[in-house]
């Protein structure tokens, strides 16, 4: 059920590449009849290909807060956003070896409700734009650690289709 009150709940799904995320967060948003916020980073490498740099990032990052902040004035309720900022960090990170460091000051300013944290026993899908399913695990510690060190709230999201819709709608549940 969608909170009583007007107050639009934030829910983020993260987590490294090929783990449900888009899907998830799609499940979720008809379920609740709202919004959800594609993965602008996606739809940026399909346009200008995966060989980036850090001004790629900031366009990544920067039309990902647009795409959320157009999405969250027509939600209801809820607001579920196919990734965020702190997964923009972590691929700059991977595969730069560095993050503008505007992006933590976003980061660390930025309010949401709730981070459903994807695990990697999803399989992996190749689709001709993801890179790396050997850092996946990496990934996967490393955004557990930078959400555990904001002191962020998280769910841990396993198990297959199913059972991942339930677990995430049992942990958005829980924020009312």
């Given at each position: 059920?969608?909170?009583?009150?007007?107050?639009?709940?934030?829910?983020?799904?993260?987590?490294?590449?090929?783990?449900?995320?888009?899907?998830?967060?799609?499940?979720?948003?008809?379920?609740?009849?709202?919004?959800?916020?594609?993965?602008?980073?996606?739809?940026?490498?399909?346009?200008?290909?995966?060989?980036?740099?850090?001004?790629?990032?900031?366009?990544?990052?920067?039309?990902?807060?647009?795409?959320?902040?157009?999405?969250?004035?027509?939600?209801?309720?809820?607001?579920?956003?196919?990734?965020?900022?702190?997964?923009?960090?972590?691929?700059?990170?991977?595969?730069?070896?560095?993050?503008?460091?505007?992006?933590?000051?976003?980061?660390?300013?930025?309010?949401?409700?709730?981070?459903?944290?994807?695990?990697?026993?999803?399989?992996?899908?190749?689709?001709?734009?993801?890179k790396f399913p050997g850092i996946r695990?990496?990934?996967?510690?490393?955004?557990?650690?930078?959400?555990?060190?904001?002191?962020?709230?998280?769910?841990?999201?396993?198990?297959?289709?199913?059972?991942?819709?339930?677990?995430?709608?049992?942990?958005?549940?829980?924020?009312?």
């Open positions: 059920m969608p909170p009583e009150t007007e107050i639009l709940k934030k829910v983020v799904l993260t987590g490294p590449e090929s783990v449900g995320k888009s899907f998830l967060a799609k499940a979720l948003a008809d379920h609740y009849h709202t919004e959800f916020v594609e993965e602008y980073g996606r739809y940026y490498v399909e346009k200008f290909g995966t060989d980036f740099d850090l001004l790629d990032i900031t366009h990544i990052a920067a039309g990902q807060l647009l795409y959320e902040d157009a999405a969250a004035e027509k939600a209801n309720g809820y607001l579920f956003c196919d990734t965020d900022l702190i997964l923009t960090k972590v691929w700059s990170e991977f595969v730069l070896g560095t993050c503008p460091q505007w992006i933590d000051q976003i980061i660390e300013s930025r309010d949401y409700d709730l981070w459903l944290l994807m695990d990697t026993d999803w399989t992996w899908h190749e689709d001709g734009i993801r695990e990496d990934m996967f510690a490393r955004i557990r650690e930078i959400l555990e060190s904001l002191n962020r709230p998280y769910t841990i999201i396993r198990g297959s289709g199913t059972e991942r819709f339930y677990c995430a709608l049992k942990a958005v549940e829980a924020i009312d």
